[in-house]
């Protein structure tokens, strides 16, 4: 089977000739990703290539610009040195006043961490939400060239966000789950007018691309202890449900994406009629074992995990051996399972323990991933 072969069938529940291998965001056929330009990664990379199936992780441009409208609000910002990072500042100018926040960018890793939000307090909010919403335009004159780079050696995946993770990212995490919780209406009329922008920029990204599959990131804000069950399935079950619907309509997948705590709102996830779920997390990190989540939902959604990075970044090769062999042993059986880990390095440059556990995650999964 190819790769492209393999994946779709395994995302629809069949079971292929082997568990399909994946190294998640680092994906091997896509060369504008930065694990494909530096030199530390190369080796490791060039075994992904020949090895693993691809999850092409690629989305169309957009003019989006702020609260997922493209209204042309003023943002004014500036930037200053603070040791080996770069923090930018920046303010929005809304029809009821001013919004500032700032991040944070260390030199040689590729992520960013936020130490200022838009919004404090529940007037913040209103401020952000006075912003009129201009519908988002789509860009995918770029879905050629990654279409001819993955060809059948994998998928392209695209990545969403729900309308929860819009509103609880306006605040500081702690402030976001006192305002949910105390402010449940003010929140809940917030989730409401995100989700209807979410709707409509979600039907003209479509209009303009669609791709195989789609990763829904945000419900891991209000999994327990954040928030109680009942308000998951208030906040989250309907929304992605909706937004779910839609990409089938298109003929394209969903991927429930979800950290931490699932086990209480596994049937809520279920719900939603996602055709994947990730990383299903085990204790001490989540609170369910991935055999456990096989026998409940198994056979309604397809399992993606669940390595934990910090095991490939700090076990024994014999650690991650084992951990691979007992995700086989959770999840493999009948099909419905693709291996990959729950986040991938994003230093630079690249650890060679790092590097020499990935080899053997991948080397391990193929030699105990394949069906009789």
Not at 94 to 109: A, E, H, I, Q
Not at 175 to 183: D, I, N, P
Not at 203 to 232: K, M, Q
Not at 354 to 371: H, P, R, S
């Amino acid at each position: 089977m190819t790769s492209r072969e393999r994946i779709l069938l395994t995302l629809r529940g069949g079971q292929a000739d082997r568990v399909p291998i994946s190294t998640y965001e680092l994906v091997g056929w896509n060369s504008r990703a930065f694990e494909n330009n530096d030199p530390s990664y190369r080796a490791l990379m060039d075994v992904i290539r020949e090895k693993t199936d691809c999850l092409a992780m690629w989305g169309p441009g957009s003019n989006a610009r702020f609260l997922e409208s493209a209204y042309p609000v003023e943002i004014t910002g500036s930037e200053r040195r603070e040791g080996n990072a770069t923090v930018y500042y920046q303010t929005v100018h809304t029809p009821k006043g001013p919004l500032t926040r700032s991040y944070k960018v260390f030199d040689n890793v590729h992520t960013t961490w936020m130490t200022e939000h838009w919004c404090k307090s529940l007037d913040d909010v209103d401020k952000a939400l006075s912003v009129p919403y201009e519908p988002v335009t789509y860009d995918a004159s770029d879905r050629a060239r990654i279409d001819g780079e993955v060809g059948d050696r994998g998928i392209i995946m695209d990545g969403l966000a729900d309308p929860l993770w819009m509103a609880a990212d306006l605040m500081e995490f702690g402030q976001y789950t006192v305002w949910a919780l105390s402010e449940t209406d003010h929140f809940a009329r917030t989730v409401e007018i995100l989700h209807e922008r979410c709707m409509e920029n979600l039907r003209r990204h479509l209009a303009a691309n669609v791709s195989d599959l789609y990763r829904i990131c945000g419900p891991e804000y209000a999994t327990p202890p954040y928030l109680p069950p009942e308000l998951f399935d208030r906040f989250v079950t309907p929304y992605v449900k909706e937004m779910v619907e839609r990409l089938h309509e298109k003929g394209a997948l969903a991927r429930f994406h979800c950290h931490g705590r699932i086990g209480q709102v596994l049937d809520m996830i279920v719900a939603t009629g996602a055709d994947a779920l990730d990383p299903c997390e085990a204790p001490p990190d989540g609170d369910i074992e991935l055999a456990e989540v096989k026998r409940r939902a198994g056979d309604r959604l397809c399992l993606c995990g669940n390595l934990q990075l910090k095991l490939l970044e700090h076990g024994s090769r014999e650690e991650v051996r084992q951990a691979v062999i007992a995700c086989m042993d959770a999840a493999k059986q009948g099909g419905g399972y693709i291996i990959l880990p729950t986040a991938a390095p994003i230093n630079t440059p690249l650890a060679p323990k790092t590097e020499a556990n990935y080899i053997t995650f991948i080397e391990t999964a193929l030699e105990c991933g394949a069906y009789a």
